[in-house]
């Protein structure tokens, strides 16, 4: 990917298409558009903030996007979200000899998976907490019983972000079973992984894989909780700052030597080698770092503070990755720190509105980026269509000015009864 190679790909000029509809698709559509190497641009289907670049498909009609990078000679498919991974769009395209960027069908049930996961981690070795597989809900009740709480309770299948309880007390526990096994989440419940709580600080760790060799982004601390305080309703991010200030290369080489290289040698030695973003969800326990979960694409929040501080240009990584070459990459970063505050509907994660107004600022700041995710076009006004709306990002020399230049930007945005965490960025204070 350098030389006469990279030289070539910026003289042709790509055709990027881009799968997804949130927030992180649209921050990987601005760093990709960025780059010289990109010719012509598609989202599908995109939101309010991708417009330009928004074709009318969805990311589960795979026959669609199929026929469509076939049609436009598209050059290269960035998959963002888990679904269309976990019904094998990677899979059809490489039949079509188009080049995408993500796992197999089967690597893909890493996330997929639950059960799967943890199957991995015992083979690989991996650091991760004690555990027990049901499908039985009585035998899961009957365990609870013995073990009690604190404990953690997961769907096995995809639950959009919200397939795990922590449950603190054991009335929690019991309730969580009831819910994950009695069809909250569909058939994604059939199975519950019944999970050791681990006490510490949590960071995601999202890594560049091809297969066998690992290269980390910057690590990455979310806040999942609804409310202020790391309480309420699990969701699928309420916000995030990078990277965490307890955070070390001792620590990141400890990652990726005792949990992202075994996982992928693992993988390897089946035959379903793992190329894509390896995401792993990592708490750092008094007995050193141990693996919460792994996810197989680029995380939503995560995405949006990891590409603000991209500095390399994003298309030869995603390439070196399909290549199988990505030892000879180079990636560099930005100095300082990126945050993000998500504004949500009113009433999210719970029953929302939607069809609210937005009003943005016009902001033309190069470190300030407003990444939209629930929203649509309605005429030429911005309008809400999900739970988590906007991704309020900016860069900046450190996290006190990030923290105060985020949430200085939201003042200016109209979103009526918006919720938002006011305490973003707080944790990485401490330190």
Same mark, same amino acid.
């Given at each position: 990917?350098?030389?006469?190679?990279?030289?070539?790909?910026?003289?042709?000029?790509?055709?990027?298409?881009?799968?997804?509809?949130?927030?992180?698709?649209?921050?990987?559509?601005?760093?990709?558009?960025?780059?010289?190497?990109?010719?012509?641009?598609?989202?599908?289907?995109?939101?309010?903030?991708?417009?330009?670049?928004?074709?009318?498909?969805?990311?589960?009609?795979?026959?669609?996007?199929?026929?469509?990078?076939?049609?436009?000679?598209?050059?290269?498919?960035?998959?963002?979200?888990?679904?269309?991974?976990?019904?094998?769009?990677?899979?059809?395209?490489?039949?079509?000899?188009?080049?995408?960027?993500?796992?197999?069908?089967?690597?893909?049930?890493?996330?997929?998976?639950?059960?799967?996961?943890?199957?991995?981690?015992?083979?690989?070795?991996?650091?991760?907490?004690?555990?027990?597989?049901?499908?039985?809900?009585?035998?899961?009740?009957?365990?609870?019983?013995?073990?009690?709480?604190? !404990?953690?309770?997961? /769907?096995? %299948?995809? &639950?959009?972000?919200?397939? #795990? $309880?922590?449950?603190? =007390?054991?009335? +929690?526990?019991?309730?969580?079973?009831?819910? !994950?096994?009695?069809? /909250?989440? %569909?058939? &994604?419940?059939?199975?519950? #992984? $019944?999970?050791?709580? =681990?006490?510490? +600080?949590?960071?995601?760790?999202?890594?560049?894989?091809?297969?066998?060799?690992?290269?980390?982004?910057?690590?990455?601390?979310?806040?999942?909780?609804? =409310?202020?305080?790391?309480?309420?309703?699990?969701?699928?991010?309420?916000?995030?700052?990078?990277?965490?200030?307890?955070?070390?290369?001792?620590?990141?080489?400890?990652?990726?030597?005792?949990?992202?290289?075994?996982?992928?040698?693992?993988?390897?030695?089946?035959?379903?080698?793992?190329?894509?973003?390896?995401?792993?969800?990592?708490?750092?326990?008094?007995?050193?770092?141990?693996?919460?979960?792994?996810?197989?694409?680029?995380?939503?929040?995560?995405?949006?503070?990891?590409?603000?501080?991209?500095?390399?240009?994003?298309?030869?990584?995603?390439?070196?990755?399909?290549?199988?070459?990505?030892?000879?990459?180079?990636?560099?970063?930005?100095?300082?720190?990126?945050?993000?505050?998500?504004?949500?509907?009113?009433?999210?994660?719970?029953?929302?509105?939607?069809?609210?107004?937005?009003?943005?600022?016009?902001?033309?700041?190069?470190?300030?980026?407003?990444?939209?995710?629930?929203?649509?076009?309605?005429?030429?006004?911005?309008?809400?269509?999900?739970?988590?709306?906007?991704?309020?990002?900016?860069?900046?020399?450190?996290?006190?000015?990030?923290?105060?230049?985020?949430?200085?930007?939201?003042?200016?945005?109209?979103?009526?009864?918006?919720?938002?965490?006011?305490?973003?960025?707080?944790?990485?204070?401490?330190?």
């Amino acid at each position: 990917m350098t030389g006469n190679v990279l030289e070539k790909a910026i003289t042709e000029g790509k055709k990027i298409l881009i799968v997804g509809s949130g927030g992180r698709e649209h921050a990987l559509a601005w760093k990709v558009s960025q780059s010289p190497l990109c010719k012509e641009l598609y989202v599908a289907p995109g939101n309010a903030g991708t417009e330009k670049w928004n074709i009318p498909l969805q990311v589960d009609d795979i026959d669609a996007l199929v026929s469509f990078a076939t049609e436009k000679e598209i050059d290269l498919t960035i998959v963002g979200p888990e679904d269309p991974l976990s019904i094998g769009i990677v899979d059809r395209f490489q039949a079509q000899g188009l080049k995408i960027f993500g796992p197999s069908q089967e690597a893909a049930k890493l996330e997929s998976s639950k059960v799967f996961a943890k199957t991995i981690m015992d083979e690989a070795k991996v650091p991760t907490g004690e555990y027990q597989t049901f499908t039985n809900k009585e035998e899961a009740l009957k365990y609870l019983g013995r073990i009690g709480a604190p !404990i953690v309770i997961k /769907a096995d %299948g995809l &639950a959009a972000g919200k397939g #795990v $309880i922590v449950a603190n =007390l054991f009335d +929690e526990a019991m309730e969580g079973v009831e819910k !994950i096994m009695g069809g /909250a989440f %569909g058939s &994604a419940g059939n199975e519950v #992984v $019944i999970e050791e709580y =681990l006490e510490g +600080e949590e960071v995601s760790l999202l890594c560049f894989c091809d297969g066998m060799t690992a290269v980390p982004m910057v690590a990455v601390q979310d806040h999942k909780r609804a =409310l202020n305080g790391d309480l309420g309703l699990n969701t699928g991010g309420m916000g995030t700052y990078c990277p965490p200030p307890f955070w070390t290369k001792k620590l990141e080489q400890e990652v990726i030597d005792n949990i992202a290289l075994p996982t992928l040698e693992v993988m390897h030695k089946r035959g379903t080698p793992f190329t894509g973003v390896l995401f792993l969800g990592i708490m750092l326990t008094s007995r050193g770092p141990k693996l919460l979960e792994y996810n197989v694409r680029f995380g939503d929040p995560e995405t949006q503070v990891v590409m603000t501080l991209l500095k390399s240009d994003l298309i030869p990584v995603l390439e070196a990755c399909i290549e199988g070459c990505l030892e000879e990459i180079k990636i560099e970063w930005f100095e300082g720190t990126a945050l993000c505050i998500v504004m949500a509907a009113p009433g999210y994660p719970g029953s929302y509105q939607k069809g609210i107004p937005i009003s943005l600022p016009q902001n033309t700041e190069e470190n300030k980026v407003i990444f939209h995710a629930g929203t649509i076009l309605n005429t030429d006004r911005v309008e809400s269509s999900g739970g988590r709306v906007l991704g309020v990002t900016v860069r900046s020399d450190s996290l006190v000015s990030a923290r105060e230049e985020a949430y200085e930007l939201v003042k200016e945005i109209g979103f009526p009864g918006a919720h938002f965490r006011t305490d973003i960025g707080l944790k990485g204070l401490k330190y």
